[in-house]
Structures are given as structure tokens and as C-alpha cells.
């Protein structure tokens, strides 16, 4: 804990976007009359996914505050597809997660792997088809907003996740879908006054761009490795 707690073998980049995000959600918070607590959910989720960017197990440490938090406030705009996702795969994710990286750790960092291609090929049909089909159970339910996409979400959450766990960097490829999706719905309930939208659609268009530098990174970590299973 005392080498996250002082930012060791943290690099620059990551230092400047963790300040410049947090700053940003701070003075929206302010501004827009926010709460904090959809600042401390932003913080921690900011931080969760830095973390695992880097492959830190603590990752899923902050990653259980953030999902209990962010899964009140989808419940309070009817987002009930991300509601159960949150607590239903989420936070048992959060503690499976953190013992299968727990025996796969060189030093601070998780043991990355590449995910060969039949592999892909699947999990893109997963996503596909199953978007389809959580797509038209949410239509169904009384209130529901943008279920299509709410259903996307879902799907693509599910799948980043379990690619997570099992340390494929293709995770960050399906993050990045889903940090794209994710933001349209709360742009679309920001343009519809509701509480802590803006808060929400500035922490994933930060989790978007942490994606892309953890695709990088991960990248980079299965060429030292060389593992593709």
C-alpha cells in the first residue's frame, strides 16, 4: 500500500492525468452545483482504472466504492440495466478480480496476456448478439431510458470485465466501446437536467482516453511476456 500511497513507479503522464481530471471534477463540482459525492465516485473511479492501466491489484480496491456508489446513481435516473450489472457482476467481480491477480503479480504489476484471434472473433459476437437480446428485455421495463444502448453497455461492461480478470489486454478495446457508449447516455440525461450527468460525462470521457493509454500499456507488457491463450 505505501508504494500507492506515494506514487512510486508512477510515470509522469499518469501523475498529470489523475491531477488534471480530478481538478476539472472539483471545479465542475463547484460550478454546477454538484454533489461531492459524485465527485468522490468520479475520484475513485479515476483512480480504479489508472490502477489498472498500470495492472495494480489495488485497482479493484477502489473499484468496489466506485461500483456501490455508481450504482445508486444509475438507480435515481432509471438506468436499470446498469443498476444490476453494478451489483449483481460488479461487485462480486471487484473481489474474484483481486484473487485472480492476486496469484498472477510480478512485483506491482499483474502478468499480461494477448487473447489470439478465434478468441476475439467471439467476444465480438457476444457483444453483438447480446446487446441485441438485454436490448429488448430493458424496452420492456416501465421508465426505462435508451435501453439499446443501456443494453450495449451492459454486454460490453461484462465482457471488458471478465477479459480483466483473466488479464487479456484486449480489455481495453472493449473499454474503449464502452467509455463511447457510456458517455451518449449521460449526455443524453445531462441534456435532460439530471443530478451529477456532468460529473459523470467528464469521468468517462476520462476513463475513454485512460483506455486507450491502457491499451498502449498492456500492449507494450504482452511483448515482454510474449503469453497469447
Known amino acids: 500500500?505505501?508504494?500507492?500511497?506515494?506514487?512510486?513507479?508512477?510515470?509522469?503522464?499518469?501523475l498529470v492525468w489523475?491531477?488534471?481530471?480530478?481538478?476539472?471534477?472539483?471545479?465542475?463540482?463547484?460550478?454546477?452545483?454538484?454533489?461531492?459525492?459524485g465527485f468522490s465516485i468520479f475520484f475513485t473511479g479515476v483512480l480504479c482504472v489508472v490502477l489498472a492501466a498500470k495492472?495494480?491489484?489495488?485497482?479493484?480496491?477502489?473499484?468496489?466504492?466506485?461500483?456501490?456508489?455508481y450504482a445508486y446513481l444509475s438507480w435515481i435516473n432509471h438506468l436499470n440495466g446498469e443498476v444490476a450489472l453494478y451489483l449483481l457482476f460488479f461487485m462480486p467481480m471487484n473481489v474474484f478480480g483481486f484473487l485472480m491477480w492476486k496469484n498472477k503479480m510480478n512485483?506491482?504489476?499483474?502478468?499480461?496476456r494477448s487473447l489470439p484471434c478465434r478468441g476475439l472473433l467471439l467476444a465480438i459476437s457476444i457483444c453483438i448478439v447480446g446487446s441485441l437480446a438485454v436490448g429488448v428485455i430493458l424496452a420492456q421495463i416501465?421508465?426505462?431510458?435508451?435501453?439499446?444502448?443501456d443494453a450495449t453497455t451492459v454486454v460490453l461492461s461484462i465482457v471488458a470485465t471478465l477479459l480483466m480478470v483473466w488479464?487479456?489486454?484486449?480489455?481495453?478495446?472493449?473499454?474503449?466501446?464502452?467509455?463511447?457508449?457510456?458517455?451518449?447516455?449521460?449526455?443524453?440525461?445531462?441534456?435532460?437536467?439530471?443530478?451529477?450527468?456532468?460529473?459523470?460525462?467528464?469521468?468517462?470521457?476520462?476513463?475513454?482516453?485512460?483506455a486507450i493509454y491502457g491499451y498502449w500499456n498492456w500492449h507494450q507488457?504482452?511483448?515482454?511476456?510474449g503469453i497469447e491463450r
Open 1 to 14: 500500500m505505501s508504494s500507492l500511497l506515494t506514487f512510486k513507479n508512477w510515470r509522469i503522464y499518469e
Open 18 to 37: 489523475l491531477a488534471t481530471f480530478s481538478s476539472i471534477a472539483i471545479v465542475l463540482t463547484i460550478l454546477w452545483h454538484d454533489s461531492w459525492f
Open 55 to 69: 495492472g495494480h491489484l489495488y485497482t479493484y480496491i477502489f473499484g468496489m466504492y466506485n461500483t456501490l456508489g
Open 107 to 112: 512485483g506491482n504489476q499483474v502478468e499480461m
Open 142 to 149: 416501465p421508465k426505462q431510458n435508451t435501453p439499446y444502448i
Open 167 to 210: 488479464r487479456y489486454k484486449e480489455q481495453w478495446l472493449t473499454y474503449i466501446a464502452l467509455n463511447v457508449f457510456t458517455i451518449i447516455i449521460w449526455i443524453y440525461r445531462f441534456v435532460h437536467g439530471a443530478e451529477n450527468s456532468a460529473m459523470m460525462i467528464v469521468m468517462w470521457s476520462a476513463f475513454l482516453l485512460n
Open 221 to 225: 507488457g504482452t511483448k515482454k511476456t
